[in-house]
C-alpha cells in the first residue's frame, strides 16, 4: 500500500507539471496580455503599462516567467491579487471555509439521499418507485444547476419567503439558525444534482450484485432479505461507489462555482467569478492549480480507498 | 431504431429550425406596449423587459443551444477518436505521451477552464463551438482507447494486416468500425455535456452574447428580475432540461 501510494504520487508530478503549463499558457495566451485591461484604461499612460510590465516580468521570455512562477507557486509564493494587491493566498484562506462549510453539508446530504434512493431502487427494481426514483435521477443528472439554483430561489425565497436567497449570512451578523437558513438552498442544490448521479451508479452496482450467486446462496441459507440487501450487497457494491464519491468531492470544488454565483455564497466559486470579472490572473491561476491538484490528488486517495474497502482490488500500477 | 426520446429531440430540432413559421412574434421584436407580462395566452411564456416574446426567444435560442450542443459533441468526438485511435493503435510512448495529456486536461476542472477561455477570447459562435468541442473530448478518448487495446490483437486485424492492409487502413476500416457503438454513446453524452457548458457559460455571460438569444444567457438575463417576473427564467431551463433528459435516455438505449 505504501509502495502504491508512493508510486502514484510520483505520477502525479508529471502530471502537475503538465496542467501547470496548461493554465499557464492558457492565462498568457490572453489578447494583449495579462494586462489587457489596462490597454482600455485612459488613465494609465503607455509608459506606466511599460514600467509595470517590467516590475511584473511580463517583459521576460514565456518559459523564464513560467518557470519563476512555478518555482514561487511550488513554494507557497502565489503573488499578490491584481485587484486588491493582498496576496492571493490570504484571499484564498478566507473563502476557504465558506466553501468547505458548503461541500461537506452537500456531501453529506447527498450520501445519505444517494443511499436509501440507490438501494431501494435496486431491490424493487421495476416496479413503480423504481422507476419514480429512476426518472427523478434521470432529470437530477440533466439538470443545469444554475436553473435548478433559480427555480429554488423563485418557490422558496421570492414565492413562500422561508429562505434566504443570497449570502452566508445576514449582514447584521447572524445566530446559527440565520447561517442555517442560508445553506439550506445553495446545500440543496449541491446535494440534490450529485445525489442523482450516485444513486443512479449505486442502483447499477446493487442490480449487478444482487444477481451473484453469493446472494442467491445467502437467501437460499434462510438470510432475512433486508440483512442480505445491507449487509451482503450494500458492502459488496459500495467500493466503487466511495472511489467515485472522493472524486466527486474535488470536482465539487469547481461544480461550486456555479452555485455559489446563484446564491452568493462567499466562497472559492464567488472568488472566482469575481476573479474573472476583473482578470485577476494570479487569483485565477491559483485557484486553477489547486483545483487540479486537488483532483489528482483525491484519485490517488479513492484508489487506497477503493482497496482498502475491497479486499479483491489489486493496487496495480 | 427510432425511439421516443429520439422522437421528441428531432421535433424539438424541427421546432427550432421553423421557429419564424410557427410563433406569431419574431424573436426581436420589440413592444414597449406590452413589457414584462405574464404568460397569457397571447404570450404563453410572458415576455421580457422590452417586450419580447419569451416563446419566441426560447424557440430562437434553440437553434444556438442545440447547434453548439451537436456541433461542439461532434468536434470533441473527432478529436477523441483521433487521440484515442492513435494512443490505442500505436500504444508504447505514444500511448504514454497521449494519455497523460488527456488525464491532465481532465483533471482541470471543465466550467472554470472554459470560463476562463470564453472571457479572455470573447468567442463568435464557430469558436464557442470548438471551444467546447476541445474540453469535451478526453472521455472519448479513453474509450476508444481501452476498446482499440483489446481490438487490436484479435485475429480479424491480423488477417487484414496479413492481406495487406495499411496502418490508416487497419484503424480506419477495420478497428474503429468495431468500436463505433462506444463511439456513438460517448458523442451522445457529450451533446449533453455541451448543451449545459454552453447554457452555463451564457448564463455568466461568456458564452453566446445577446442580442442573439440562447437559453443561457435567457437565464442569465432573467436572473436580475427573478423576484418581479419570475416567468422569464421558466421557459429557458424547461428547454435546456428537456433536451438533455432526451439526450441522456438516448444515449442509454
Known sequence: ??????????????????????????????????????????????EDIDRLRRALGLDRPLWEQYVAW????VRGDWGYSFSDGRPVATRIAERLPATLELISVAMAGATSLALPIGVAAAAGRGRWFDRLLTGASLAGISLPAFWFGLLLQIVFSIGLGWLPSSGRATPTGGDLVDRLQHLVLPAAVLAIVQAAAWSRYLRGSMIATLRQPFIAAARARGV??????????????????????????ALLVSGA????????????GSLFTEALARRDYTVLMALLMLSSSAVVLFNIVADAVHACVDPRVVLAW | MVTKPAVVLA????????????????PDRIDLSSRREAPSAAHWFGTDDLGRDVLARVLSGARVSLAV???????AGAIGVAVGGAAGYAGGLADAALMRGTDALLAVPRLPLLMIAAALLQPST????????????????????????????????????????????????????????????????????????????????VGVRPPAASWGNMLYQAQSTLATEPWLALAPGIFILLTTVCVNLASEE
Open chain 1, 1 to 46: 500500500m505504501i509502495g502504491f501510494l508512493g508510486r502514484r504520487c510520483l505520477q502525479a508530478v508529471p502530471l502537475l507539471f503538465v496542467i501547470s503549463a496548461l493554465v499557464f499558457l492558457l492565462i498568457h495566451a490572453a489578447p494583449g496580455g495579462p494586462l489587457a485591461i489596462y490597454l482600455s484604461n485612459p488613465n494609465i499612460r503607455a
Open chain 1, 70 to 73: 512555478l518555482a514561487a507557486f
Open chain 1, 224 to 249: 432475512p432479505g433486508r440483512r442480505v440487501l445491507l449487509r451482503h450487497a450494500l458492502r459488496h457494491a459500495i467500493g466503487p461507489l466511495l472511489a467515485i464519491v472522493m472524486v466527486d468531492a
Open chain 1, 257 to 268: 462555482v456555479v452555485t455559489e454565483s446563484v446564491f452568493a455564497w462567499p466562497g472559492l
Open chain 2, 11 to 26: 421535433l424539438l430540432m424541427a421546432v427550432a429550425a421553423a421557429a419564424p413559421l410557427v410563433t406569431p412574434y419574431p
Open chain 2, 69 to 75: 450542443g451537436l456541433l461542439s459533441a461532434l468536434v
Open chain 2, 126 to 205: 464557430p469558436l464557442l463551438i470548438a471551444l467546447i468541442g476541445s474540453a469535451g473530448w478526453m472521455e472519448t478518448a479513453r474509450v476508444v482507447r481501452a476498446e482499440l487495446m483489446s481490438l487490436r490483437t484479435r485475429e480479424f486485424v491480423e488477417s487484414a494486416r496479413a492481406i495487406g492492409a495499411g496502418h490508416l487502413r487497419v484503424l480506419a476500416g477495420h478497428l474503429l468500425p468495431n468500436a463505433a457503438q462506444l463511439i456513438a454513446v460517448s458523442v451522445t453524452v457529450a451533446v449533453a455535456r455541451s448543451i449545459l457548458l454552453e447554457s452555463a457559460l451564457s448564463f455568466f455571460g
